[in-house]
């Protein structure tokens, strides 16, 4: 008995979860979008997927970036099928970036996503995506076509220059980004265990899923540098292993990295390599290629991404 008193039972509507993806061009983002069928395409659209699902998607310009909004992974599978995706197009190099990373988790933090069909998405992402084409030190054992999933990206090219030689951002006697009381200099720990089931994922796929072709890949997980000037000689090259030990080289995964770590969402990097890093000879390199194979990987990631994201211990609707 409550005495007639009523009870008043408030309803809230579930947040939608969503991943972010981030390319630096649009030719590394183009296959993806064909293969999702979303390519060349503007405002709203329903496309059946291969399970049957209607996806809405919208392609739009925000801050002369193009961003591709799905309220359905297309293709997704085991826990999947209830999450959107965002694909925006950053531009390359460091700043561009940071600038267009930024301005997305920002928009979904205030609301402001132009999202088809469901408006109520998550402030942040459970996961940001980036993937692309990279440059792979010889000692790292990769070659052109090969995938390498970051577990470290290291801003190769932050620090100062002495007559004694190179310095890190440790020089300076301050860190370069602190979160947490942790401080970071040159180096940011992406998820390990993000990168790690990733990498098996890759590994252990089906032939054929990811290359449309029974040939497989080989993937490596493991550090990775960002230099704004691409490395184009042996001696650089070698000289930046040895400082380093990284697998392989880009121009955007350090600035991904700062700003996800930033925001306190996951980043999982995933590349094909392009070209051996060394003396630069763009007849022996493979964009077009390694870009497709980058893209094919992170569809096929998608498609299984509840195997690959991390627990959500604060709920869906949580800004953390």
Known sequence: M??????????????????????ATRLEAEPLLEAWGAENKTGETESPDKHGKAPGFVTTEIIHRRWHVFTDIPGAHRGGEDMGAVVVETGYDKTNTA?????????????????????????????????????????????????????????????????EGWL?????????????????????????????????????????????????????????????????TSEQADELWQRWGVLAESMEGAAAAQVCLLYGVPLLEVRAISNLVGDRDRGQWDVTGAA?????????????????????????????
């Open 2 to 23: 409550n005495g007639g008193a009523t009870t008043q039972v408030t309803q809230t509507r579930a947040r939608r979860p969503w991943v972010a993806l981030i390319a």
């Open 99 to 163: 600038q267009a990373l930024t301005s997305l988790l920002e928009r979904a933090r205030a609301s402001w996503l132009p999202v088809p069909a469901h408006p109520d998405w998550d402030p942040k992402p459970r996961l940001v995506l980036q993937f692309g084409i990279a440059g792979a030190y010889p000692p790292s054992g990769l070659d052109v076509g090969d995938l390498v999933v970051a577990t470290e990206e290291i801003y190769g090219d932050t620090g100062a220059w002495t007559p």
């Open 168 to 232: 890190s951002t440790e020089c300076f006697g301050m860190p370069l980004l602190e979160v947490a009381g942790r401080p970071s200099w040159n180096r940011f720990v992406l998820d390990r265990a993000v990168a790690g089931r990733a990498t098996r994922r890759l590994r252990w796929r089906e032939p054929g899923a990811v290359e449309g072709s029974a040939d497989v890949a080989h993937v490596e997980a493991g550090s990775c540098i960002t230099m704004s000037c691409v490395t184009g």
């Open 292 to 320: 497709a194979r980058a893209a094919r990987a992170a569809a096929y990631l998608l498609a299984r991404i509840g195997e690959i994201l991390p627990p959500n211990p604060d709920g869906p609707g949580d800004e953390g």
